[in-house]
């Protein structure tokens, strides 16, 4: 169950209104990196998890992340409030336009939300579930929140640098910036504490391939780097070695039943190329100067 407490998790000051960080803020709202995404990747993967500890850490983590929509939303609302009042009340102020959108896109929120707290991201897009990349595999899974969670860290930094005129929002934000990175010890302390989490699943990977580097893209700016010169991997440069690396011979084929095969071959007969025909298209037709070489169109 799900209880509420009016105390928000972290005490949210706003020195003055501005719509226009209000909107910016929203990205951490209901945006890809957001705490909706977040808390409902948690909550959901501590839905299906079994092993105790990781289901207890998930649930505890999504609750937190729902704490921290919460002040999130409070931030945009705060932020938001004499803006709102003033469209509600239909204020005539001169400046009201500039006040709300600030000459970026804050109309959409401003207008079509009324300088609410929706579910969007900056530019107004509607949160989706699609944000969550949960694959029931805790190897999987914990390595992608690791990655949501250094996302977030980033989100937050970027923001922070926006509001160095609010000293109170950028240390609210800096409070969720910091627990990112709290979550993000505690994942990976999680995905470590499995043994043998790599390469995810029960299956190895194959010994010809799996130590392998093929330098396929070629040329000036070739560089060796741990990532392909560390002892772990192979260096394939020869393009010869890139190619048919199982040793076959590098085509696709099936095995086709007699009624597939007859009626894959009727397909290709009747879609053959004509390779001696030369045949007069629109744009002989209707050539003009400047169009390159085209052929005579032929006499009809
Ligand atoms: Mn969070
Ligand atoms: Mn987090």
Redesign the pocket.
Known sequence: MFMHNKRLMYTVRVNEPNPVLANLILEQFGGPDG?LA?AMRYFTQGLGESDPGRKDMLLDIATE?LS?LEVVGNLVSMLNKGARGKMAEGLETADLLAEITGGCDSHTTALLYGGGVPLTNSAGVPWTSAYVDSRSDPTCDLRSNIAAESR?KIIYERLMNLCKDDPDVKDALGF?MT??IAHQKSFEKALYSIKDNFPPGKLPGHPDFVDTYYNMSQGEGDMRGPWNASEQFEYVNDRDDQMAVDGGDGSASVNLSLEDTEVSQAMRQRLASDTASDPTTGADLGAGPGSGTTKQAPER
Do not use: C, G, K, V
Request: zero cysteines; glycine letters at 0%; hydrophobic letters at 40%.
């Open positions: 705490e977040a992340e921290h977030a969720l627990r990112e």
